[in-house]
């Protein structure tokens, strides 16, 4: 499994974290509550946290071509949502295991 992580600093991390979590709902498995969500892809898994001023994402996918269609496919809904903050979204591998 390889994992990644952006951490987005906005004022509206709940707000962008429910519209992406309502945005995929009628098609993919999702959960979420005011603080935390999950959206489960065909090619990974998108945990997020929401605080006050930061979004915490975390993609976990099985390989490397997995994770960039996953953090890809976030960005760009979390663009479309945020088009008028433009927040930096910038992913960080955090490691991999076997």
Not at 30 to 39: A, N, P
Not at 87 to 93: A, L
Request: one cysteine or more.
């Amino acid at each position: 499994m390889i994992t990644s992580e952006a951490r987005v600093a906005t004022a509206m991390s709940a707000r962008y974290m429910t519209q992406l979590c309502k945005h995929f709902e009628h098609k993919l498995p999702v959960s979420y509550d005011k603080e935390k969500g999950r959206i489960e892809f065909e090619s990974g898994v998108c945990s997020m946290a929401a605080s006050p001023d930061l979004l915490i994402l975390r993609a976990d996918a099985a390989d490397e071509e997995k994770l960039g269609r996953l953090e890809n496919v976030v960005v760009r809904h979390l663009e479309r949502f945020a088009f008028r903050d433009r927040p930096e979204i910038r992913w960080t591998r955090i490691g991999a295991s076997a």
